[in-house]
């Protein structure tokens, strides 16, 4: 479904992804992990579209969208969840949720997915006229992929949903995770929590200071020895 092929991007002159390449299927999940400041966000904002690769290309189902505005790239049926939540914090959920399709030209669409989200995330449907700003993280992050999902993607970017959460909302999240692609939507990850990431997903890849350091099956490298000893402190 998604093609990277040769991805480099910079930060003025300092280079932050060095030539990356990466696959996923079609109705898969496929994580990236990494230490901070590997490329992790620089590459999923390159694939969304929010920034600019000085070289590479990026291919969604079978067509090159390198470098088009990530609103386009949304409309393709690409959607990222960014790192941080980025909730509209002086607009209610439901207006959060509506500004999440504003690619859907199809009320009646627009209106079922709207339902779906309220059913799918209870808590939102309970929240729904207070402020975004209002919830607490886990509920921000459950509003947050709610609006990516009211785009109708076919491929969700999630970007270190679980960060600053706790245990019992990160469980929550990886359940979500796990319903989402169950349901048809494909996944990319990026992951913090490297031994659920490794869990809920089918391949990954390792990011180190904007290469590719190691990639393979999940369940295979949740048994390598430099994955243990540099993320899982075995």
Do not use: C
């Amino acid at each position: 479904m998604l093609e990277v092929r040769g991805i480099e991007t910079h930060y003025g002159n300092i280079p932050a992804l060095k030539g990356i390449s990466i696959d996923v299927p079609e109705g898969g999940v496929v994580a990236i992990i990494g230490a901070n400041g590997a490329g992790k966000t620089t590459l999923m904002k390159t694939i969304a579209g929010v920034l600019r690769p000085r070289s590479g290309t990026v291919s969604f189902l079978g067509e090159e969208i390198t470098g088009l505005p990530s609103h386009k790239i949304v409309g393709r049926g690409v959607a990222l969840v960014p790192e941080g939540r980025a909730i509209l914090a002086r607009m209610t959920v439901r207006e959060n949720l509506e500004m999440g399709a504003f690619t859907q030209r199809d009320a009646k669409a627009a209106v079922r997915d709207m339902d779906r989200a309220m059913e799918r995330f209870p808590v939102l449907k309970e929240r729904a006229w207070q402020l975004g700003g209002s919830l607490s993280g886990g509920e921000q992050q459950m509003l947050a992929i709610a609006r990516a999902l009211m785009s109708a993607p076919k491929l969700l970017l999630l970007d270190e949903p679980t960060l600053g959460l706790a245990p019992l909302v990160v469980a929550d999240i990886f359940s979500i995770i796990r319903e989402i692609n169950a349901a048809g939507t494909t996944i990319l990850l990026v992951e913090q929590n490297v031994k659920q990431a490794l869990k809920v997903s089918s391949y990954a890849y390792v990011l180190e200071t904007g290469k590719i350091a190691l990639s393979g099956p999940s369940k295979e490298l949740l048994q390598e020895p430099r994955i243990k000893a540099s993320y899982l402190g075995q």
